[in-house]
């Protein structure tokens, strides 16, 4: 294995595969930090955490576990991804685990570069902008549970961790690798925020931090990835191997961001079956995850179990019982719905959500993900098993149609 990866949820790891298996390597993607080694044909691991919103000392082990494996699988390079709106709290958890790793790692500087210019995210002095909005104004402001409220990642990193942060502006990395690398001596810090605007930028990037032993950003960080480990005769690309898979399809979607919203919302137009969550229900035991999958198995076409919702539902909710038990009871809740869906018969299965996604691998006890084609930038089909296909699609990414295009793309 070169690249040894540790993904901060489930749908950003497949992200960060979908972006390394088109440029040409072996992507394999574990469900949480295996017990065996990896098979000796991977040439870029994905350990697939569910630590962005746990406990920060929780994230930090869990991770920490995840780098011993992937060392010992022979990586030369580790990144560290989490989500292209920096999706964490002032206390964590992306800078207390990025510390940590550079810590076990003796990393003296490491990038953060959560752009990915291809689904609207880049980052120009140190602020991130989704689309023309500051991160602040995107909607990602409301989000459940970790709001971002402030658009200069220099100042929300420098909340989390006890030590200043750096910045290589645009202007530099237009100069290229060599000015990237010049300006990364140049710096204080260790920890320094990147800008980059197009994906040339992040090639850039990538070239600049070929022999840093650990980077840290969104999916759009990799890019460059490949291209080194080739231009060292260290992988020769090739491109994802796909197997399409027949039988039933269902979507199970926690997601409340707004393209999944729309997403949800371009289902219900079309007239397909969907089920709505209502977690107050859930917690009366109203509904029951047994209720959610024997009405989903008895649709015809794709059905679709939802507890997305806008942010004024969400926060009436949380407001009255407390977002963690909300969250947990959702969890459970789509978890045991997967496990039923598939013991039902369904074979193919699209989840929407980070939360909600790493709840479905985890309760369906996944340990090995096979990263597969591009279905929409940032969302990769991927094989389970032998009778078992999944699409897990980040709460933001995906076109409107994304359901139905995912459930035909894990067919064809
Ligand atoms: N109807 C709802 N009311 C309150 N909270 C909800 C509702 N539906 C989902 N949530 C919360 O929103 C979170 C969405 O997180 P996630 O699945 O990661 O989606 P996204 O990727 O869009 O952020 C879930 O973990 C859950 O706690
Ligand atoms: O980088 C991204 O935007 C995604 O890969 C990602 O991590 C999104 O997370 P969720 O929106 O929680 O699915």
């Known amino acids: 294995m070169l690249l040894g990866c540790i993904g901060d949820d489930f749908t950003g790891s497949s992200d960060l595969g979908n972006t390394l298996a088109k440029a040409g390597m072996r992507v394999v993607q574990y469900s949480g930090t295996p017990a065996r080694p990896a098979a000796p044909d991977v040439e870029a691991?994905?350990?697939?955490?569910k630590s962005r919103t746990m406990p920060v000392a929780d994230a930090v082990r869990l991770s920490l576990e995840a780098l011993d494996w992937l060392r010992a699988q022979g990586c030369r390079q580790f990144l560290f991804k989490y989500c292209s709106t920096f999706d964490s709290t002032p206390q964590g958890n992306i800078g207390p685990v990025a510390a940590a790793l550079a810590n076990a790692l003796n990393a003296n500087r490491v990038i953060f570069c959560p752009a990915f210019p291809a689904a609207g995210r880049t980052i120009y002095q140190g602020h991130l902008f989704v689309g023309d909005c500051l991160l602040s104004e995107s909607g990602m402001e409301?989000?459940?549970?970790?709001?971002?409220?402030?658009?200069?990642?220099?100042?929300?990193?420098?909340?989390?961790?006890?030590?200043?942060?750096?910045?290589?502006?645009?202007?530099t990395v237009l100069h290229g690798p060599d000015a990237v690398r010049a300006a990364l001596r140049a710096q204080d810090h260790r920890f320094v925020v990147a800008d980059a605007i197009r994906d040339e930028d992040l090639l850039v990037l990538g070239q600049a931090v070929s022999n840093e032993v650990l980077l840290t950003g969104g999916s759009g960080i990799a890019l460059g990835l490949p291209g080194n480990f080739r231009a060292q005769g260290l992988s020769s690309a090739h491109g994802p191997q796909w197997r399409g898979q027949a039988g039933p399809a269902a979507v199970l979607s926690g997601s409340c961001s707004?393209?999944?919203?729309?997403?949800?919302?371009?289902?219900?137009a079309e007239g397909s079956p969907a089920l709505e969550i209502d977690p107050r229900a859930l917690l009366r035991d109203d509904m029951t995850a047994r209720d959610a999958a024997a009405w989903a198995l008895s649709q015809t076409g794709l059905p679709l179990v939802y507890s997305s919702a806008d942010p004024d539902a969400v926060r009436?909710?949380?407001?009255?019982?407390?977002?963690?038990?909300?969250?947990?009871?959702l969890d459970a809740f789509f978890a045991e719905c997967a496990r039923l869906l598939v013991a039902?018969?369904?074979?193919?299965?699209?989840?929407?959500?980070?939360?909600?996604?790493?709840a479905v691998v985890e309760g369906l006890s996944v340990d090995?993900?096979?990263?597969?084609?591009?279905?929409?930038?940032?969302?990769?089909?991927?094989?389970?098993?032998?009778n078992l296909v999944m699409a897990l699609k980040s709460g933001n990414f995906g076109a409107e149609d994304f359901f139905a295009k995912a459930a035909a793309r894990l067919e064809g």
């Not at 691991?45 to 955490?49: D, N, P, R, S, T």
């Not at 909710?317 to 909300?326: L, N, R, T, W």
């Not at 039902?344 to 790493?358: D, N």
């Not at 096979?370 to 990769?380: A, F, L, Q, R, S």
Request: charged share 20%; net charge negative.
């Open 45 to 49: 691991g994905i350990v697939a955490l």
């Open 142 to 171: 409301n989000h459940p549970l970790t709001p971002m409220t402030d658009p200069d990642l220099r100042r929300w990193l420098g909340q989390q961790v006890d030590e200043g942060v750096g910045h290589v502006p645009a202007a």
């Open 258 to 268: 707004r393209a999944t919203r729309g997403q949800v919302e371009r289902h219900i």
């Open 316 to 329: 009436a909710v949380q407001d009255h019982h407390g977002s963690q038990i909300v969250a947990a009871r």
């Open 344 to 358: 039902g018969g369904v074979t193919r299965l699209i989840t929407a959500g980070g939360e909600t996604s790493g």
């Open 368 to 386: 090995t993900l096979e990263i597969g084609p591009e279905i929409d930038p940032g969302v990769p089909a991927i094989r389970v098993r032998d």
